[in-house]
C-alpha cells in the first residue's frame, strides 16, 4: 500500500509539470508577444552579451565533460566491479567475523575443561545468545531477512514484486543476522542467505548507477541485475566462480538469458579473487588456493570396479535428498498449522529457536552425547577432515598418525568409527532439517554437503574394509579413498536437495581437483533422477509453503497440457475502458477493482483491444482532473477571456457584481475562485452557499466528460493469445517473459483475460492428474488438507491480483 501511494503521487506528479510545461510555453509566448508589443523588451548591453556568451560557452563545455564521465562510469563493467568489490569485502567481513566467533566458542570450552556443569552452560549458552539476537534483530529491523531468500528471487526474477525484499533494511538485517548465526556454531548455511545479499547490493548499486546511466531503470535490464547478483552471491560465498554462475542458473531461472553469461562470470571471478586476496592478506592462507583443498593422488585416483559404488552413492543420496526436504517442509507444515501451540510461538517468538538451539546444543555437548558424533567439530572443520587422505579404520585403535589433525574427533577409542559417522549422519540429518526453520537467514547448502560428505565417507570407510588391501586391476593396485567417496558423497547431496548439477563443478573448485569427475558426474545425475521423481527442490517447497505465486515445472509427459486451451481457463468477464468512458465510470472501476492494468478498447460495442493503461496513469489522471492545479490554470484561462472583454483589473478585493458577472458569464471561473478563497471573511454566507453549489454542480459536470487519453501513457501492445491457445505454450511464454496476465482475442476484439492465477491452478492440476496421488500430490495437498482448499488458500494469499 506503501508503495502504491507513493508511485500514485509520483504518477500525479508528472502528469501535472507535463500539463503546467504545457500551458506554461503557452502563456509564456503570450506574455513575450504582449511585451514585444508594448515595448518593454530592451535590448542587452555589448559588455551584458559578452558575459552571457562566455557563460554559454563554459556551460557547455561542463555540460560535455560531464556527459563524457557519466557515459563511462554508467557502463556495465564498472557496476561489476563495483559489485564484486562490495559483496568480497561483505563475504570476507562475514567469515571473519563468524571464525572470531567460533573460536571463542571453543577458547571458553577448552578453558572450562574440567568443570563439567559450567561448559554445558556455556557450550548452551553461547549459541543460544547469538541465535536469539539474529532472531529478534530481524524480526524487529526487517522480517524479509529470515530465512534462506532464493525462493523469493526466483519468484522476484519471474516477474512478480515482492515488497520490501530488496531494501537496504533487508540487506542490513540479513548480514548482521546471518554473521550471528554462522558464529553460533548452529547447522545452518550461508550460500542461500548471501545469494538474496547479493542481489540486494546489485539492486542498491543499480539505483546509485542510474544517475549515471538510464539504462539502469529499465524493468528488463533490472532483472539481469539481479540475474548478475545470484551468480557473485554464490561464486563470492566459497571462492567457485565457474560453479557460481552455473548453480545460479540452474536455481534461480527457468529460462536463462545468454547475454548475461558474460557478466555473471566476470562479475563472479573478480569478487571470489578479491575474496581470496583477502584471505592471503590476513594470513589465512598462503596464497590463492581452493578453499577445502584436497591432496588425492592423481595418477589413480579410482578404479573402474568402484563405479557401482559410487553409483549407489547416488541413489541412496536421491532417496535421502527427497526425505530431506519432505522432513523439512513437514516442520514448517507443523509449526503453520492452526493450533494453541502454534499461536502460542507465534505470539512468543523467541521460543521456538531457543528450544531448537538448546536441543542442538545440549547433543552436541562434547563430553556428553556428542563425544559419540564428533560434536565438538565447527562445520569447516567436519568437511576438512572427511575430505582428509586417511583411511580411519586402519589407523583406529592405534596411535593417531602424524598430520591427523581435527581428524581425531572421528576416533573414540570405544566405539566404532562405522558408529560414529552413522550418528552423526542421522542426528545432523534432522538437526539440519529442524535447524533451518528457525526464524533466523540460514540456508541449507553447507549442512546438507556436510551431510553428504559424512554419508559419502561412511561408504567410503565401508569399502576401505571390504578391500583393506585394495582393488587389483590389471596388475595394478587401486587404494581405497575415503576421502573421495565423501567428495562424491557431498556432490549428490546437495544435488538432490537442490535439483542442480551444477554442485559438481562446484566440488571441483572447493576440492581443487577434478580427479573423480566422472564418478561425481554419475552420482549428482543419479541422485537428480531420483530426487526429482520424489519430491520438489528445496526451494520450490519453500515456494510452495509460502504460496508465493511462481509457476510450478511441468517436466516430461504432461499431454494433458497440449489438450488444455486458454478458453477453457480465461475470464470472459472483463473489465475495461473505452475512449468513450468518463471519468466517473473511470472512478468507479478503479474503486471497485484492484487491477494493476486496465484494458482499453475502441467502443463497447466493437470491443476491439487498442491497448492497456496502468492502474497509476488512470489515478494520476482522475486526481489531475479535479486538482487545485488544474482549477487554477482554468482560472487563468477564464480571466484572460473574461480581461479581453470586459478590459478591467481584477483588484485584491473583487466587488460583488463582479463575482456575479463571473458567476453567469462561466462557472468554472467561480468555482476555482471559491475554492482558492473559499475561507476569506468578506464572502456573504448567502453567496457562499450559492457558490459551493455552483462547485458541486461543476465537478459533477466534469467528471460526466470523456477521459483524455491522450493526456495519458497508454502501451499499444499488451501481450496477447489467441482462444486456442495450448496451455503448455502458454504456460512457456508465462515463465519466458515473466507475466501476469495476457489478454485473449479474437480477431482484434478483447473475449477475455488469463491470469498467473488461472495458469498456476490449472498446471498444478495437471501435474496431480498426471502423477497421480503419489509424491507430488502429498506436495500440493501439504499432507491433511485438500488439493481445493490448499490452491484456493495460495490464490487468497498470493500477492498478485488476477487482471
Known amino acids: 500500500e506503501h508503495h502504491g501511494a507513493s508511485g500514485r503521487r509520483e504518477a500525479t506528479r508528472l502528469l501535472t509539470e507535463r500539463q503546467i510545461k504545457k500551458h506554461g510555453r503557452h502563456d509564456h509566448r503570450k506574455t513575450q508577444v504582449r511585451a514585444a508589443e508594448e515595448g518593454s523588451e530592451v535590448m542587452l548591453s555589448h559588455s551584458l552579451f559578452c558575459d552571457w556568451l562566455c557563460c554559454l560557452v563554459w556551460t557547455d563545455c561542463i555540460a560535455r565533460v560531464q556527459r563524457f564521465l557519466v557515459t563511462r562510469l554508467g557502463e556495465d563493467w564498472i557496476f561489476l566491479v563495483l559489485l564484486g568489490i562490495t559483496m568480497a569485502l561483505v563475504s570476507w567481513t562475514m567469515d571473519y567475523a563468524s571464525a572470531k566467533s567460533l573460536q571463542a566458542y571453543k577458547w571458553i570450552h577448552g578453558e572450562l575443561r574440567g568443570n563439567i556443569p559450567l561448559q554445558y552452560l556455556a557450550w548452551v549458552a553461547y549459541p543460544l545468545i547469538f541465535v536469539l539476537f539474529a532472531s529478534l534483530f530481524c524480526h524487529l529491523v526487517s522480517p524479509q531477512a529470515i530465512g534462506s531468500g532464493i525462493p ?379 530426487a526429482q521423481g520424489l519430491q520438489p527442490s528445496l526451494y520450490d517447497s519453500i515456494i510452495q509453503v509460502k504460496k508465493l505465486p511462481y509457476l510450478p515445472e511441468l517436466g516430461f509427459g504432461h499431454m494433458r497440457l497440449y489438450n488444455t486451451f486458454v478458453e477453457n481457463i480465461m475470464v470472459r468477464k472483463v473489465k475495461f475502458i473505452s475512449s468513450q468512458s468518463t471519468y466517473r465510470e473511470v472512478k468507479h472501476l478503479l474503486d471497485s477493482s484492484s487491477l494493476k492494468t486496465i484494458p482499453l478498447v475502441d467502443s463497447k460495442d466493437s470491443m476491439i483491444l487498442l491497448g492497456s493503461i496502468d492502474r497509476l496513469e488512470l489515478l494520476a489522471l482522475c486526481d489531475w482532473w479535479l486538482s487545485p492545479e488544474r482549477r487554477l490554470l482554468m482560472l487563468v484561462r477564464t480571466l484572460e477571456q473574461l480581461e479581453k472583454k470586459l478590459k478591467t483589473i481584477i483588484e485584491t478585493k473583487v466587488s460583488l457584481s463582479l463575482n456575479t458577472t463571473l458567476a453567469n458569464k462561466n462557472p468554472n471561473c467561480c468555482c476555482c475562485l471559491v475554492y482558492l478563497f473559499h475561507d476569506s471573511l468578506w464572502f456573504p454566507s448567502l453567496w457562499r452557499w450559492a457558490l459551493l453549489l455552483q462547485i458541486r454542480a461543476w465537478e459533477e459536470a466534469e467528471m460526466d466528460k470523456p477521459v483524455e487519453i491522450d493526456e495519458i501513457r497508454v502501451d499499444p501492445s499488451p501481450f496477447q493469445l489467441v482462444e486456442r491457445t495450448s496451455l503448455h505454450k502458454t504456460h512457456t511464454l508465462f515463465s519466458l517473459l515473466g507475466l501476469s496476465h495476457a489478454y485473449v482475442t479474437s480477431i482484434g476484439k478483447l473475449v477475455g483475460v488469463v491470469a498467473l492465477k488461472e495458469v498456476r491452478n490449472q498446471s498444478l492440476t495437471n501435474v496431480t492428474l498426471v502423477t497421480g496421488e503419489g509424491a507430488w500430490s502429498l506436495y500440493v495437498s501439504g499432507g491433511s488438507e485438500s488439493k481445493r482448499s490448499r490452491l484456493e488458500a495460495a490464490d487468497r494469499s498470493s500477492s498478485l491480483e488476477p487482471p
Not at 181 to 201: N, Q, R, T, W
Not at 396 to 425: Q, T, Y
Open 152 to 530: 523469493e528471487l526466483k519468484t522476484i526474477l519471474r516477474g512478480v514484486v515482492l515488497k520490501e525484499y530488496l531494501t537496504l533494511k533487508a540487506f542490513i538485517a540479513k548480514v548482521i543476522g546471518l554473521t550471528a548465526a554462522l558464529g553460533s556454531g548452529m547447522p545452518v548455511g550461508k550460500e542461500g542467505p548471501f545469494v538474496h545479499i547479493a542481489s540486494i547490493c546489485a539492486a542498491v548499486l543499480s539505483r546509485f548507477m542510474s544517475f549515471f546511466s538510464g539504462v539502469y531503470q529499465n524493468p528488463y535490464c533490472y532483472t539481469d541485475i539481479l540475474t548478475v547478483g545470484c551468480a557473485v552471491g554464490v561464486g563470492c560465498c566459497f571462492g567457485t566462480p565457474l560453479g557460481g554462475v552455473l548453480f545460479s542458473i540452474e536455481v534461480t531461472s527457468t529460462y536463462f538469458a545468454v547475454r548475461n553469461y558474460w557478466r555473471g562470470y566476470f562479475a563472479a571471478t573478480f569478487s571470489a579473487f578479491i575474496f581470496r586476496v583477502l584471505s592471503v592478506f590476513n594470513k589465512d592462507a598462503v596464497t590463492i588456493t581452493a578453499l577445502f583443498r584436497t591432496n588425492f593422488r592423481m595418477d589413480f585416483p579410482f578404479d573402474l570396479q568402484e563405479l557401482p559404488a559410487f553409483a549407489i552413492i547416488g541413489i541412496s543420496c536421491g532417496f535421502l535428498g527427497a526425505f530431506f526436504v519432505y522432513l523439512n517442509r513437514q516442520v514448517v507444515l507443523f509449526m503453520r498449522r492452526p493450533n494453541a501451540m502454534t499461536r502460542f510461538l507465534i505470539k512468543h517468538r523467541l521460543i521456538f529457536p531457543a528450544v531448537v538451539t538448546l536441543v542442538i546444543a545440549s547433543l552436541t555437548f562434547p563430553p556428553g552425547f556428542g563425544q559419540f558424533m564428533a560434536g565438538e567439530l565447527m562445520p569447516r572443520e567436519c568437511i576438512n577432515s572427511l575430505f582428509d587422505n586417511f583411511t580411519w579404520t586402519k589407523i583406529w585403535g592405534s596411535p593417531p598418525p602424524v598430520g591427523l589433525g581435527r581428524s581425531a574427533a572421528w576416533l573414540h577409542p570405544d566405539v566404532s568409527v562405522f558408529v560414529v559417522l552413522l550418528l552423526f549422519f542421522v542426528m545432523k540429518f534432522w538437526m539440519s532439517a529442524v535447524a533451518t526453520t528457525m526464524p533466523i537467514p540460514s540456508g541449507a547448502f553447507m549442512p546438507v554437503f556436510i551431510l553428504g560428505a559424512a554419508f559419502g565417507r561412511l561408504v567410503g570407510e565401508i569399502m576401505a574394509t571390504l578391500f583393506p588391501d585394495g582393488i587389483v586391476f590389471d596388475d595394478i593396485l587401486y587404494r581405497i579413498i575415503p576421502g573421495g567417496y565423501a567428495v562424491i558423497g557431498a556432490a549428490a547431496l546437495t544435488g538432490a536437495v537442490t535439483h542442480t548439477v551444477s554442485t559438481a563443478v562446484i566440488c571441483f573448485e572447493l576440492t581443487g581437483q577434478i580427479s573423480h569427475i566422472l564418478p561425481m558426474m554419475v552420482a549428482v545425475i543419479l541422485a537428480n533422477m531420483v
